[in-house]
């Protein structure tokens, strides 16, 4: 791993009260933050000098704003126009004569987090009939084998060992897998129509995900509170909680149990309503136990968008999937090893290279999803200093920011004139958790690098999310 080393000199300072910062002053006195925890600090962009911190080194909860310590990672380490391959081949024997295969048509994963993504979609198109194209290119009308996925290029460990379980079967919360695809999310659709009932679940799209779930699901107001409960590699679960009433086509969305198996499953599918019968049901090498002996003829090999891309995508919309994927990749490449706890070295080696101090940071995954993660703003700012002015891709970094006001995860947060082209920022939220970190510049033009986690607060989160926008655009009109 390269050695990098941080030239800048930092005096940081933690302050007791906070000084010429009336918005901050009255965001702590809010009874909202009585029984709550903050970090905040800022510091210049270009040299480090810290101008404002609040508990600057406290540990705390820091949701999806660890997302820029996993992609600063992956983006110096792995580099910008790193890329992601998947494989389409077979084993066996063609016969070009009858066009029978003896043998398997073999997809194999290579850790593509973006595969089939809705995010995506103009550079994968509908990649599941180009492979169909190519597999007819060859001649074949007839497979005396089956579709097998080769899901080995990581673990079999899909969901960080310190995720919530309410979290793992929703979208938000699919697991990682050597061959993901269609952001390992599926969509049941429900109708709701009848108010106070027991709403009917009408489809699930892809069809192939269709589970056996128990519908413990009430159909009551307007608010979004329905969950699915589910583990990865599983085909029974339970949906609980309230979804919007008199609706006829509500859509719950969750995490796909078994993408590689779906992938089979659909390419099967698609073979035989193309008139190429397959005499076998499809499979994994994780079901089967076993890795592909057999020599595989490629055929044709789907390439990931470049890394700068998903990244953009992954800060800009706060994608879960995609910053696990990172750390999973980090691993693969750096320890030979794939899980995610080898992916968390790597990222705390790339840290202490850049001479941030680790000993407060608790990392559990890559997205921020896991309560169990802790970070403070002090060396999150220093991290965003030190890529501001040591970092060689700084470039593809800010611009994976969403701007205020404007994209992401920031469209509708940050909308007043005083930020218009000056923040670009990640936010991050769980429960009672809100925090934000990146860059502003202010009114005299000072290029600022900034962080604040709040935990534990009371009452609605755009309360404190006001308060936040308040903070920061003080900062920006007197500094």
Known sequence: MRKAVLIISFSWLTLLSF?????????LSDSAMTYSSVSF?????????????????????????MKLITTAAALELLGPEYTFKTKLGYTGSLNKNS???????????GGDPSLGSPYFSDHYKDFPDKWIMEIKKLGIKKIDGR????DSYYDYLPVPSKWLWEDAGNYYGAGVYGLSAFDNTYEIHINTLADSTRPVITKSVPCECKNEFSNWLVASGTKDEGYVFAAPYSTTGWLTGTIPSKMEDFVLKASIPDPPLLMARMVTERLEAAGISVSEDPTTVRIEHKSISDEI???????SPPLAGIIK??????????AEHLIKELGRNFKNNSSTASGVDVVKEFLNNCG????????SDGSGLSPGNAINTRELVRLLVYMKNNGKYFQDYYASLPAAGKEGTLRYYFKDPAFKSRLKAKSGSMTRVRSYSG????????????SIIINNYSGPSKNIISGIEEILKEIILTK
């Open 19 to 27: 000084p010429q910062g009336k918005s901050f002053n009255s965001f």
């Open 41 to 65: 600090c800022v510091a210049d962009a270009e040299n480090g000098e810290v101008m404002m911190e609040y508990n600057s080194g406290k540990s705390l909860a820091p949701a999806s704003i």
């Open 99 to 109: 066009g029978k295969l003896t043998g398997n048509i073999v997809i194999t994963g």
């Open 147 to 150: 579709v097998i996925t080769d």
């Open 297 to 303: 003829v490629p055929v044709s090999e789907t390439i």
């Open 313 to 322: 995508v992954l800060n800009n919309e706060s994608v879960n999937l995609y």
């Open 356 to 363: 941030i101090n680790t000993d407060g940071m608790f990392i």
């Open 439 to 450: 860059y502003f510049t202010t009114i005299s033009g000072k290029n600022l690098a900034f």
